[in-house]
């Protein structure tokens, strides 16, 4: 015998309720019962796809704030002071490179002057550093702007352009105004 509900097919002929859908059997003798078939719905379990999730942050709005500010200030100081090492005491280490360079005297005044140009461009390398320093900060606290990426990248240029100074001006003096001053006829 079969559920007139659902078509399932009934353990005993005595049973009262069906046990796959619940419903009550009655017990009234029918013409014979052909099977029914048991019609499942379309029970498709939608695709399931991983999508990641990235950890959003937070839009900052707003100017540049203090970062970004020291960040440009410590770039121009950077800068400035390659400007400065080469007008101090860079331009008398450079005339050595010229034709008459063996008419020059080497004076204490040029090594006082090539001594600072090294502490000046040292200077200038800290100040690049800090720049670059003050960017990262920026970029962590501030929101996107472009005081801080001019800044950024006049640090770069003053972390780079002192960097070369400070090994150059020791190579010079090693290689070309030493061994001048020392072969200077006068």
Known sequence: MFCKNCGEKLDTLDQKF?????????????????PQLKVEENRVSPTVRSVPVYESKSIKVGGPGPHSKKCFAFSIVSLGLVGAAYLFGGSNLFRYFTPFAYYYSFSPFVVIGIIATVIIHIAGLVFGILSRTNSSKAGKFEPINTLEKIGSVFGVFGIVINSIFIVLIPIILISVVIPMMLLSPY
């Open 18 to 34: 069906c046990a796959s859908c619940g419903s009550v059997i009655s017990n009234t003798p029918d013409a014979p019962q052909a």
